[in-house]
């Protein structure tokens, strides 16, 4: 099947941990993003690369990291200087162009205890 | 800067009976224009999407968005609502001289539910 696999599916973090989500797609889309959702606030973008090796930050992109490696994969860590990490993390692709859909992962919940 | 606007957390509507979700959009540029739908705990599933042509588009499971240049909408409906409709909806938009590469902004979603 083809799409856009998140794991895990949940994830709980101690404070001061770095934890990294995995997303990987084999829709051999060049495009992958990665957005947070918060009850109330819809979907923020926290980064995006258009291209293998290239990357660039969102909205909201602090304490947060990414590599672009290989073109189905797109890790996202959440690292220790993210204060409030406790969220639903989607993961998006698609093949690029603006008229494009994106297709999305089934998420990741992360929570801190 | 672009930006979407849900104007509505929720929308009651009742089975049989139609449906509208509220979206509009500021762009710099032409706009591209998007609904999703979203289950409780699972991702996003693209409905239809406005790019150029015809301002009715008409997507998946009956649903439809009209485009209304002037007044920056693309309302979400359905002539005839289903329980199984009950779930958070978002608009998105892009533009052509979109800052963010090619990654959708979102509204901050609606919530409808359907009674039966």
């Known amino acids: 099947d083809g799409g856009i696999t998140q794991s895990p599916k949940y994830l709980f973090r101690k404070e001061g941990q770095n934890v990294t989500l995995s997303c990987e797609q084999n829709?051999?889309?060049?495009?992958m993003y990665w957005y947070r959702q918060d009850p109330g606030q819809g979907l923020r973008l926290i980064y995006y690369?258009?291209?293998?090796?290239?990357?660039q930050k969102g909205d909201i992109a602090e304490g947060y990291s990414v590599s672009r490696e290989k073109k189905e994969s797109f890790p996202l860590t959440v690292t220790s200087a993210q204060k409030n990490p406790t969220a639903f993390y989607l993961c998006?692709?698609?093949?690029?162009?603006?008229?494009?859909?994106?297709?999305f992962g089934q998420g990741t919940r992360l929570t801190v205890v | 800067a672009q930006s979407v606007a849900q104007p509505e957390d929720q929308v009651n509507v009742a089975e049989g009976n139609p449906l509208t979700v509220k979206c509009t959009y500021s762009?710099?540029?032409?706009?591209?224009l998007f609904w999703y739908v979203q289950y409780p705990n699972r991702g996003l599933q693209f409905l239809l999407k406005?790019?150029?042509?015809?301002?009715l588009v008409k997507g998946s499971y009956g649903f439809e968005a009209e485009f209304n240049k002037s007044q920056t909408s693309f309302h979400l409906k359905k002539p005839s609502a289903l329980v199984s409709d009950s779930a958070l909806y978002f608009c998105?938009?892009?533009?052509?001289?979109?800052?963010?590469?090619?990654?959708?902004?979102f509204g901050k979603g609606t919530t409808l539910s359907v009674s039966s």
């Open positions: 998006a692709s698609s093949p690029g162009g603006l008229n494009t859909e994106a297709f």
């Open positions: 829709l051999n889309h060049d495009a």
């Open positions: 690369s258009q291209i293998v090796n290239d990357f």
């Open positions: 762009v710099s540029g032409n706009p591209y």
């Open positions: 406005y790019i150029t042509g015809d301002n």
């Open positions: 998105a938009v892009r533009d052509q001289a979109n800052q963010a590469g090619t990654a959708l902004i």
